[in-house]
């Protein structure tokens, strides 16, 4: 594999960042995932939207400018021939010369960029066909969520105790609601109603979230932002999450409980079908 570090093109064993960067000792950085299929990028705008605001969030200015993100990421597709998978890229607040809590002047130390690419079969999932078992969780997180950092040790952890528990996932549950999965946004479907968790800082603002209540509202089916607690969520008639990865993916079983008939629901499934339809059509 060919990866994008801090201006160059190189391949993945040559590639270096120092011991000393901040992403590294403090998880001082953030981070996009961006989907491809067909081998073009699907919401490259959203994604480099939302980088920008949790850079500036966190004080810290990109070191590239928007066209030229959209031309790293063309250009990581091309050398790698990724026709579907993720790139994955990162900015962390760079290495200064000693470990200190204070950021590190920024003209002093300019921040690190990398970029690299995942194939993957996205499109044609086998999860979305079965969907997936999540269980709940306590949300430990900090608590500005709906900033991108690769902060990422707890949702991790809720990854390790779905699996333990022989789950695919956790959500997360604060002051009784549920805020999230431990890598997207979580829905239910009552009544035909779909309800997610209004915007704030307790979430991250989904790119796919945004698009897919987008979707919802035009297919004149009717959506609910508000918080739900997981005794509202065992008792719906089916469930689903997003991602920029997964899409729309259909919950099956919260804690055990099976929703509906156990198996993916009508509104998850159609949800699935027009994003994965009108994203191929949308992707650049
Ligand atoms: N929530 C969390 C905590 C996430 O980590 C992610 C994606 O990584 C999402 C939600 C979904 O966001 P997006 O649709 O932009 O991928």
Redesign the pocket.
Known sequence: RTVYVNGEYVPEDGAKVSVFDRGFLFADGVYE?TSVLDGKLLEFE??AT?LERSLSELDMASPVTKDELLEIHRELVRRNDLTEGMIYLQITRGAAADRDFAFPDPEETPPTIVLFTQSKNLADSPAAKVGMKVISIDDIRWGR?DI?TVQLLY?SMGKMMAKAAGADDAWMIEDGHVT??????AYIVKGGKIITRHLGSE??H????ATVLRFAREAQMEVEERHFTIEEAKEADEAFI????TFVMPVIAIDGVSLGDGTPGPVAQRLREIYLEESRKAAI
């Open positions: 995932v959203g994604h939302r969520r991108k949702p999230e999965g431990t890598s997207n946004n979430i991250l989904g790119i796919t979230r997003t991602s920029a990865s």
